[in-house]
């Protein structure tokens, strides 16, 4: 599974953003589709997560309330609505893919940096 995400910049604290994660190859094999981000120094957190078979979500505790996640089925294309971004959500964003226990593939990360 190759993973294309897009979609980040550099936006204004109280502003928006919407990231976008295109899969290709094995994507029947997707279990779960997420974004997490990471910045120096410290771990990859989840920002959000959804199952492919039943859409259950998962959302990271700071971006509850302001981030989205949502899944084009069709296009199996995974999406990431952020408002209200503030300086704190300055970090590079990845999409996953959840095949089983011990594969999950990773995109290469876009760069979403907030002002204040």
């Known amino acids: 599974v190759q993973l294309q995400a897009s979609g980040g910049g550099l936006v204004q604290a109280g502003g928006s953003l919407r990231l976008t994660c295109a899969p290709s190859g094995k994507i029947s094999t997707i279990k779960v589709m997420g974004w997490h981000r990471q910045v120096p120094g410290r771990e990859r957190e989840l920002v959000a997560s959804i199952s492919v078979s039943d859409g259950e979500i998962t959302y990271g505790e700071s971006v509850k309330g302001r981030f989205t996640v949502s899944r084009d089925s069709a296009q199996n294309t995974l999406f990431l609505q952020m408002n209200d971004l503030q300086p704190e959500d300055t970090a590079v964003y990845y999409c996953?893919?959840?095949?089983?226990?011990?594969?999950?593939?990773w995109g290469r990360g876009t760069q979403v940096t907030v002002s204040s």
């Open positions: 996953s893919s959840f095949v089983r226990l011990g594969t999950t593939y």
